[in-house]
């Protein structure tokens, strides 16, 4: 069965802090690896990985993937309390019609003023 | 821009109750998807669809039916509604399969569930 593994659960910081969030997957035949932003509604996309070693970056986010390993990480700099959110980790996986999306628990990140 | 319509958004429902749980999305995406995303835990596959007509199980499908007879909506049905089900029920579309590059999947806001 197909596992993703987020780490920490749930992270309090306070502004202008740095946080590593965690995702470890095992995944077969795995694609990619997808991060989401979920404040109190729907999750917002937030970068799809694929290659291994290469950073994506969007302002003071930015993600990495090592499928060596099998782990990526979501930094985010300088953090401000817009932040504060449940980041969610998905892996996904070919071999079926629809494309399988496995979801881990999520690191629920407070950030305080 | 609507992107993907769920209602209703809070719902209070009595064991052994049913109801749909309504999707539309105006995008003219082929897949669809339910999730169930219950406290503490990732978000599961209840039901997709690849396109009208078209309809099969995920991961967790027992309790519920889906119907997608047009493009734009895809309805979840409850039948026998069971304390179990409380969950936060996540509406979701992709142009084509699912984390492909270029096929992001756009959620709608969710429909919080309390069955007692």
């Known amino acids: 069965e197909d596992k993703v593994v987020q780490s920490p659960l749930s992270l309090v910081v306070h502004e202008g802090d740095t946080v590593t969030l965690n995702c470890s997957y095992e995944v077969t035949n795995f694609r990619s690896l997808l991060w989401y932003k979920q404040e109190k509604k729907a999750p917002t996309f937030l970068f799809m990985l694929?290659?291994?070693?290469i950073e994506k970056k969007s302002g003071r986010l930015s993600s990495i993937l090592d499928k060596k390993e099998l782990f990526s990480i979501l930094n985010i700099t300088a953090t401000q309390t817009g932040d504060s959110a449940v980041y969610l980790c998905a892996s996904f996986a070919g071999g079926t019609s629809y494309g399988k999306l496995t979801f881990g628990q999520g690191t629920i990140l407070t950030v305080h003023p | 821009n609507a992107g993907v319509t769920q209602t209703p958004k809070f719902r209070i429902l009595k064991i052994g109750q049913s109801m749909t749980l309504q999707c539309t999305q105006d995008m003219n995406h082929n897949y669809m998807y339910w999730y169930r995303q219950d406290p503490g835990m990732g978000l599961k596959l209840i039901y997709y669809s690849v396109g009208a007509g078209i309809t099969d199980k995920g991961e967790v499908p027992n309790g519920y039916n889906v119907s997608r007879s047009t493009t734009e909506d895809f309805p979840l049905r409850l039948e026998l509604a069971a304390p179990s089900q409380t969950s936060v029920y996540f509406c979701a579309s992709s142009y084509g399969p699912t984390g492909a590059t270029g096929n992001t999947i756009y959620f709608g806001e969710g429909s919080w569930l309390t069955v007692v």
């Open positions: 694929t290659s291994s070693g």
